[in-house]
């Protein structure tokens, strides 16, 4: 049944000004699904008009107070499971393990940030007997935080939670293909005491609000999470309007095996490394790098395990169809340069579907870094194997990329882990594991993944800017 979503602004549910919408099919079976406004510049104006109007009372009440109402929407999310499952299923066709994962972090970003509402402190810096100095840090005022919809509920509550703890009220632009989960927070948060207006959650394509909402004079800060090209544009527009910016983007990340590893466990966490939601996630593990010593070896176990890796069993469809042609073409353009398919692959896939978005996983080996294949992201389920001969030459291909999100170290030895850690240009390193997601955890990206980091006190403190006051007596 398709249903038409609208925004929700200052507290419920509003209709959008603009004239356009779109169509969005369920990705499991390509039947009708939703019905997404396009959104307008008005809805841009209502949405931070609302953030605006809370801006002074939701600084202003006590940290305490702020403290538990993030803890009252987290338990909200929690008692909510059901509903945010069956909401996120319908948006984007993940599993049920992956779904419980992303809304039970959620609600532990908004527990983590309520138990650091006080954190946000300042320091004394007094320098001669007849002046105090000392700096507070106090919030931006509207924050705008715009979302990509590969992992929708986690990427809003990972910015939301944060920036509402640190005393900013928010508006809140999740991707139209991915928006149910978002409005179902917002919705969550009221119901759990949050004031209207504090957090709202915007519906639009980002050409008709999530520009606009960039540009708009009363947002002060902006956290972004999607792609390379869109996180240029918008720090095109904040560095016009001067604001601070956080960009989560995209990565193509080395997973670097020695022969020295446990293999077996190196194998299994290589594929988990790229196949998880169908590899449509930003820190994918999607080049693996291998010791040519065991690379037959090793590409054998990666493929046997990938291969017993079923669609709509281990992991869901592509979002969209867009998306489907686009890990198509990828698969196409790796063989055309050459990369030899060894699981999956062009021929298995076909080039269109008019049923679910499903694709399973692809192993190319033969790959060269240069190879499109080995610096673009796909975000799909394919995996680009590029042997090494030594240390040194797999730090050099695993850096020789224009992103730098994430990076894996497979080695018994410890010096050799630390060694190559500090050497790779990622901002965040992972030996003999893939991926410890935590809420503690810093992340965000080196070179083109981005800047600024989102989870832990970093999160927190990136959505205050800081104030001296000196003081004479
Ligand atoms: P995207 O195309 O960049 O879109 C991300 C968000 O930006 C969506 O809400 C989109 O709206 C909006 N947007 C599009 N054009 C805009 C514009 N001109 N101005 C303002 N907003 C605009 O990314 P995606 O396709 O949704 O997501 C995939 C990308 O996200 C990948 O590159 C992935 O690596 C990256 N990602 C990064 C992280 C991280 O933490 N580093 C996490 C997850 C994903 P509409 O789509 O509604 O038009
Ligand atoms: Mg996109």
Same mark, same amino acid.
């Given at each position: 049944m398709t249903e038409t979503l609208r925004s929700w602004i200052d507290g419920g549910f509003v209709d959008s000004s603009g004239s356009h919408s779109r169509a969005l099919p369920d990705?499991? +079976?390509?039947?009708a699904n939703a019905t997404v406004p396009d959104g307008s510049h008005e809805d841009v104006d209502r949405a931070v008009a609302a953030a605006k109007a809370q801006r002074g009372p939701w600084r202003n009440i006590s940290a305490e107070e702020r403290a538990h109402a993030l803890h009252r929407i987290a338990d909200g999310i929690r008692a909510n499971r059901k509903k945010l499952m069956t909401a996120e299923r319908k948006d984007t066709g993940k599993l049920d393990a992956l779904l419980e994962w992303e809304i039970e972090n959620s609600a532990a970003y908004f527990d983590f940030y309520a138990a650091m509402v006080h954190l946000p402190v300042g320091d004394v810096l007094d320098t001669t007997a007849d002046e105090h100095t000392f700096t507070r840090r106090e919030p931006f005022g509207v924050v705008g935080i715009i979302t990509p919809w590969n992992l929708p509920l986690n990427q809003a509550a990972r910015a939301c939670a944060p920036a509402l703890a640190a005393g900013n009220t928010v508006v809140l632009k999740p991707a139209q293909n991915s928006s149910r989960t978002s409005l179902l927070l917002a919705e969550i948060a009221v119901d759990a *005491?949050?004031? =209207? *207006?504090v957090l709202n959650v915007l519906l639009g394509s980002g050409q008709q609000v999530g520009s606009p909402l960039v540009s708009?004079?009363?947002?002060a800060k902006v956290a972004f999470t999607g792609s390379v090209p869109v996180g240029q544009e918008i720090g095109r527009i904040a560095a016009e309007k001067i604001i601070p910016l956080t960009l989560e983007l995209g990565g193509k990340s080395a997973n670097i095996v020695f022969a020295d590893a446990d293999l077996d466990f190196a194998a299994s966490e290589a594929v988990r490394a790229f196949t998880t939601n169908g590899g449509q996630v930003c820190s994918s593990g999607t080049r693996l790098l291998v010791d040519s010593s065991i690379h037959d070896e090793f590409v054998a176990k990666v493929s046997e395990i990938a291969s017993e890796q079923k669609t709509g069993e281990s992991f869901g469809p592509m979002i969209t169809r867009a998306q489907y042609e686009q890990v198509h073409r990828y698969m196409e353009i790796a063989e055309k340069e050459g990369a030899i398919p060894v699981v999956g692959g062009s021929t298995v896939y076909p080039? =269109? +579907?008019?049923? *679910?978005f499903y694709v399973g996983p692809t192993i190319y080996a033969g790959v060269d870094n240069s190879m499109r294949i080995a610096r673009e992201e796909v975000f799909g389920p394919v995996l680009a194997v590029i042997p090494f001969a030594d240390e040194n030459e797999a730090v050099t291909i695993a850096n020789d990329s224009d992103f730098g999100l994430a990076a894996g170290v497979w080695t018994s030895d410890i010096a050799r882990a630390l060694r190559v850690s500090s050497r790779l240009e990622a901002g965040q390193v992972f030996v003999n594991t893939w991926s410890t997601a935590s809420v503690i955890t810093p992340f965000g990206g080196y070179k083109q993944s981005g800047y600024g980091r989102e989870k832990g006190i970093e999160g927190l403190l990136s959505y205050t800017q800081l104030k001296t006051i000196v003081i004479k007596y």
């Open positions: 990705p499991r +079976t390509n039947d *005491g949050l004031p =209207a *207006g708009h004079r009363d947002v080039p =269109a +579907t008019d049923s *679910g």
